[in-house]
């Protein structure tokens, strides 16, 4: 991984936070089942982003 500055960094933590969301919200509405899709979504982009930082 090589090294980002802080800027990069704050852009890749806002598109993880959109992407996020629009998941959340797509797979809220097609299917009513909400808490998997969330928990899912939101373990898979963050959990290397945080180990990286």
């Known amino acids: 991984m ?3 500055s ?3 960094w704050l852009y890749l933590f806002v598109y993880f936070n959109i992407a996020i969301y ?3 919200v797509k797979f ?4 009513g ?3 998997p899709v969330k928990t899912a ?5 963050v959990g290397p982003m945080v ?3």
Do not use: C
């Open 28 to 31: 809220h509405f097609l299917s």
């Open 33 to 35: 089942a909400s808490f």
């Open 6 to 8: 802080p800027m990069n």
């Open 2 to 4: 090589p090294q980002m």
């Open 41 to 45: 979504a939101s373990t898979r982009p």
């Open 51 to 53: 180990f990286y930082i």
């Open 22 to 24: 629009l998941t959340f």
